[in-house]
């Protein structure tokens, strides 16, 4: 009697123990998926949005490879610097294996304000403006994000690009084909869209007019003479200040040559690519 007694008292403890377990599992289940989520691109939150890439690169095209051509990539460079320098659209690729990225559209608008592209002022600011690269097990999958400063650039026009990319890759299964029909094409419309912003020409610096008058024409000679005095009299004095052992040291008392700018480049440049401090984006398909 007292065994059946103490069975009827555990079962209820079992009870509430495997409950507690399950609902302790489920919730650290849970946890797991959504911190695997926020690591695919697309899932991430600002300001990194899961990113950890410099925001200067080498080329425009990033996570190339193993996908692209080093041949491939200097041509869409040529094509992107141009546009960047006409001041049309500062624009990079990103290229992902699908098990790498979760909300596509997501991933590329992240991607466009994470890498700052776009100018931040003037006529044509927040012109910034990315390609997502999909790649599949026998397809690419193209999606794009844009600045909101390119508000002429209609889905109609881009949704085409991305459709054309796609079918060249499917008919030659060669990423260096597809991204270049993706960046011809971009460039084509867009450049159909918006005029190379040209920069106003300085305007030239007046001279002020020679003195006609005899008076003043016998002014200017004396300040010319007495500029050549001048010049002969450093000439006569530099020789005895030296020979005295007074001296100039230009480079201060330690005698070495010190440079006012800092060595290596700047950003920018054909060796630097990235954007200008905008990533302001609209829109994303």
């Known amino acids: 009697m007292n065994r059946n007694k103490a069975r009827r008292g555990i079962t209820p403890i079992v009870v509430i123990v495997i409950a507690v377990m399950t609902l302790a ?72 294996p699908q098990d790498q990225v979760g909300n596509r559209v997501n991933c590329a608008v992240h991607f466009l304000r994470y890498m700052q592209l776009g100018l931040p002022e003037g006529e044509r600011k927040d012109n910034g403006f990315v390609f997502l690269i999909v790649v599949e097990p026998a397809s690419i999958d193209v999606h794009y994000g844009v600045g909101l400063g390119l508000p002429a650039l209609t889905a109609s026009e881009l949704t085409t690009l991305n459709r054309a990319a796609e079918e060249t890759y499917r008919s030659t299964q060669s990423i260096d084909q597809a991204l270049l029909t993706l960046i011809q094409g971009f460039d084509t419309v867009a450049r159909s869209n918006y005029e190379p912003l040209i920069p106003p020409t300085p305007q030239p610096v007046e001279m002020p007019a020679l003195p006609s008058s005899p008076l003043g024409i016998l002014v200017l000679c004396g300040q010319l003479c007495l500029g050549i005095l001048l010049i002969l009299f450093l000439f006569w004095l530099l020789p005895k200040m030296t020979g005295s052992g007074i001296g100039f040291n230009p480079y201060g008392s330690s005698g070495s040559r010190r440079s006012s700018f800092p060595l290596g480049g700047g950003r920018g440049g054909s060796s630097s690519r990235g954007g200008s401090g905008s990533g302001r984006s609209g829109r994303g398909n």
Do not use: R
């Open 25 to 96: 599992f489920s919730f650290s289940t849970a946890n797991v998926g959504t911190a695997s989520a926020a690591t695919l691109c697309g899932g991430g939150s600002a300001p990194d949005y899961g990113f950890t890439y410099e925001l200067q690169q080498p080329h425009w095209t990033v996570d190339w490879q193993g996908y692209v051509s080093e041949q491939t990539l200097a041509k869409v460079d040529v094509i992107l610097d141009e546009l960047n320098a006409d001041s049309i659209a500062q624009t990079m690729i990103l290229i992902k």
